[in-house]
């Protein structure tokens, strides 16, 4: 990691009083805890934080690649930024995250977005101070897209919540899914030494934390790469022996490699949540192997069952890539197989997006985008049934819950998440904010359940 404070000092003496910095992070929970590390910078060189574009001083948009869309929509938003830029030219605007470790894409910015000043990549996040002193300096465009392999064990970070932590545990992936771009734009696996994970996490609970959220893009592989012999499991355990109220939950696990000694140490841990997310992908093994994700349907059926064969009520979820290039009707209708077999409580499914410089961009696909359209509306119909049904074995039950707030389109009601990862609402009071509380369920709804304070 660079040492920046002679930078930040710099940055903060030429800043002046009031200067305000809107970081908007787009996409899954890592870019969100980068978000997060590029905020303690920002704060660190004097600036406070607005959700307001109009009033900030500078914006920087945290960018996903994961899906075409994601990108469109950064595209539209700097777009629209050049106007704010007319109404006040000292506005600085950076773009960060995995938009801009795709080198055509910081071409694209250089070429087509002058409004833009600064670019930084997903690795280089401490070279912002560098970056940032360039700009307010006045040079018109300062990118840095190399890889530091900064893990920012000391960096300092603005949390987006006072209760719920996002802890990454390692960077990268080794998978090459043959649909996914995250191991061009993240390099490969690097775990974080588990000394620093247990006292970051040890800090967090002092601090009055309820929920750890341990961040990984496959947290099965954990260790791989470290001298010790530390596993996944074994963090959990160490996790789970420091004292305090709070929630331990991790996300993802690749079912490739979802082992026993991992489900056994869930059911042991009793501050890791019983929940697992499992992304299956796709219901047909013929389709997993164009994906390249080495487990048959078998295998993650058996992994499945394992579970709920020791709790029947154990909660999983998944995602699922609805047509992947030259998917046929009945591949599309052994997913929803799959659904109506392991009955998740939740599906995150994704309408498959071509990526450049991945593999199955190569592929020549026949399915049209109306008939992709088609399956996932039938995908979510069939799925919503599942959840509905699934969720009445919590009626008459008591659900402990983490709340997050009111509920935004329920009038009156407070809504927070189970231990099993169900959204929950019930009549209380605002002040519950961020605290634990039991509720006796009354109600299932699509994608909720309902019930009373006790
Ligand atoms: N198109 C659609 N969905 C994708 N995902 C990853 N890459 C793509 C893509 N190219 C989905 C996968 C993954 C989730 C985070 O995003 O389902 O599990
Ligand atoms: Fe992408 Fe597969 Fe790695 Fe997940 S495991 S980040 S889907 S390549």
């Known amino acids: 990691m660079k040492d920046n404070t002679s930078l930040i000092r710099q940055i903060h003496d030429m800043l002046g009083q009031d200067k305000k910095a809107c970081v908007r992070s787009f996409g899954c929970q890592l870019n969100v805890s980068d978000g ?83 670019v930084l990549g997903t690795s280089a996040i401490s070279a912002l101070p560098g970056l940032l002193l360039e700009a307010l300096k006045g040079r018109k465009f300062s990118a840095d897209i190399s890889e530091y392999d900064d893990f920012s064990e000391a960096a300092e970070q603005v949390r ?31 775990s974080r030494r588990p000394e620093d994970i247990v006292s970051e996490v040890r800090g967090l609970v002092a601090d009055g934390y309820k929920e750890i959220m341990l961040l990984g893009q496959n947290v099965n592989s954990y260790g791989n790469d470290l001298a010790d012999d530390v596993t996944f499991p074994g963090l959990l355990r160490q996790l ?30 009793g501050k890791v ?29 058996g992994t499945a069952e394992y579970i709920l064969a020791k709790d029947r009520d154990f909660s999983l979820t998944t995602d699922i890539i609805v047509g992947f290039p030259n998917e046929t009707d009945e591949e599309f209708e052994a997913t929803l197989d799959i659904l109506r077999r392991v009955k998740y409580d939740n599906v995150y499914s994704f309408i498959y997006s071509k990526r450049s410089g991945t593999k199955a961009a190569e592929i020549e696909d026949m399915v049209s985008d109306e008939t992709k359209g088609k399956r996932m509306r039938r995908l979510l119909e069939v799925q919503r049934e599942i959840s509905t049904e699934h969720y009445k074995r919590f009626l008459g039950r008591t659900m402990r819950v983490l709340v997050d707030g009111p509920a ?3 009038q009156g009601m407070m809504t927070g998440k189970s231990n099993e990862f169900i959204i929950v609402e019930f009549e209380g009071d605002i002040s519950l904010t961020g605290q634990f509380v039991d509720v006796k369920i ?12 006790i």
């Not at 001083?57 to 994961?66: E, F, G, P, S, W």
């Not at 470790?101 to 694209?108: G, M, P, S, T």
Request: with cysteine.
């Open 36 to 118: 997060e590390k590029i905020k303690g910078i920002l704060r660190q060189a004097g600036y406070s934080f607005t959700d307001d574009e109009t009033e900030a001083d500078i914006i920087i948009l945290n960018t996903c690649a994961v899906r075409e869309s994601a990108e469109d929509r950064v595209f539209g938003i700097v777009g629209s930024m050049k106007k704010l830029k007319e109404n006040k030219p000292s506005l600085l605007i950076g773009i960060a995250g995995c938009m801009t470790a795709q080198e055509h894409i910081a071409e694209k910015i250089k070429k087509s977005y002058p409004q833009v000043d600064i």
């Open 160 to 190: 987006e919540s006072s209760f719920k932590a996002s802890v990454p545990i390692m960077f990268g992936c080794n998978n090459f899914c043959t649909y996914c771009i995250v191991p061009f734009v993240r390099g490969r696996e690097r």
């Open 240 to 269: 789970n022996e420091i004292e305090g109220d709070f929630w331990i939950r991790f996300m993802s696990s690749h079912p490739k490699d979802a082992s026993r000694e991992l489900i056994d140490t869930i059911f042991e841990c």
């Open 273 to 301: 949540a019983k929940h697992l997310h499992l992304p299956v992908q796709s219901g047909s093994t013929e389709v997993l192997r164009r994906m390249n994700r080495r487990y048959s349907i078998e295998k993650y059926l």
């Open 408 to 410: 935004k389109k329920h």
């Open 442 to 453: 009354t109600d299932t709804m699509n994608w909720a359940v309902r019930g009373e304070l």
